[in-house]
């Protein structure tokens, strides 16, 4: 594991949420510009580049069987974006260890199909205390 650090303070679209912001500024600092967000499906391709970006309290995956989704997924690297923007970039067996350390199984509200996903939890002195130890 290793970190960068990538700015956070843009001036982000109306109606981003933190997922979204943290995608916005990871884009930005790797590729210079920023990407319009996109529903395309994990297992077609990484959000930025092959880089899967995530950042506190995201979904991980819909159902509950990280290992399903992480072999069915495209991309080769995990970026999780802190807020402070400190960014740990992982490899999949890096980043299967810190969602299975940091996540739980949520559901879906039924508007929106009440199925189970898995998501990480909101990021705490632990969880950061945790990735610092693993760089």
């Given at each position: 594991?290793?970190?960068?650090?990538?700015?956070?303070?843009?001036?982000?679209?109306?109606?981003?949420?933190?997922?979204?912001?943290?995608?916005?500024?990871?884009?930005?600092?790797?590729?210079?510009?920023?990407?319009?967000?996109?529903?395309?499906?994990?297992?077609?391709?990484?959000?930025?580049?092959?880089?899967?970006?995530?950042?506190?309290?995201?979904?991980?995956?819909?159902?509950?069987?990280?290992?399903?989704?992480?072999?069915?997924?495209?991309?080769?690297?995990?970026?999780?974006?802190?807020?402070?923007?400190?960014?740990?970039?992982?490899?999949?067996?890096?980043?299967?260890?810190?969602?299975?350390?940091?996540?739980?199984?949520?559901?879906?509200?039924?508007?929106?199909?009440g199925k189970e996903k898995i998501r990480l939890k909101?990021?705490?002195?632990?969880?950061?205390?945790?990735?610092?130890?693993?760089?």
């Open positions: 594991m290793k970190t960068i650090s990538i700015r956070m303070n843009y001036e982000f679209p109306k109606g981003y949420n933190d997922g979204n912001k943290a995608e916005y500024a990871f884009s930005m600092h790797m590729l210079g510009y920023a990407r319009k967000l996109d529903n395309v499906p994990a297992y077609k391709a990484g959000d930025v580049l092959d880089y899967q970006v995530k950042s506190s309290h995201c979904s991980v995956c819909s159902g509950t069987n990280l290992q399903e989704h992480l072999q069915k997924d495209a991309a080769n690297r995990y970026a999780y974006v802190c807020a402070d923007g400190t960014v740990y970039i992982m490899s999949k067996v890096e980043y299967a260890t810190f969602v299975s350390a940091f996540s739980s199984i949520e559901r879906d509200s039924q508007k929106n199909g909101h990021e705490s002195k632990k969880m950061l205390r945790w990735l610092e130890e693993r760089v």
